[in-house]
């Protein structure tokens, strides 16, 4: 009897550690490959977050349309609306070239009025 208990103690003891290890290791998103919730423009994004529903885009996949008004190191901003970075060091777009990408909502900065967007890259 306590030979089965010890038994029955090491299984379920293997399977949380399994099941612990597989939660915290699991893959990453590939946001290339995810369906986008939102398509349009960078002032539209930009004004869903003054709405009540802002937090339906919260680390979800967005497609964002509009011309480079200024560049960084960390990435650019598109229409005074939507800062964006970068997943891969690509050719960064050039200020006045309308660009569309797609990447992850992360929030919003309400000091400079920026959604701000990261794991992004230009969408051909």
Excluded: W
């Amino acid at each position: 009897m306590k030979r089965r208990t010890i038994y029955v103690f090491v299984v379920l003891l293997a399977a949380a550690v399994i099941t612990g290890y597989n939660y915290i290791y699991q893959d990453h998103r590939d946001i290339q490959k995810e369906q986008a919730i939102y398509t349009g423009d960078a002032k539209g994004l930009n004004t869903m977050f003054l709405e009540p529903q802002k937090d339906l885009l919260l680390n979800k996949t967005v497609v964002v349309t509009g011309i480079v008004t200024a560049v960084e190191d960390g990435g650019t901003t598109i229409d005074n609306a939507v800062f964006v970075s970068y997943s891969e060091p690509t050719k960064q777009p050039k200020l006045g070239d309308k660009v569309t990408i797609k990447g992850r909502c992360i929030g919003y900065d309400e000091l400079f009025e920026l959604v701000t967007i990261d794991q992004a890259s230009i969408v051909d």
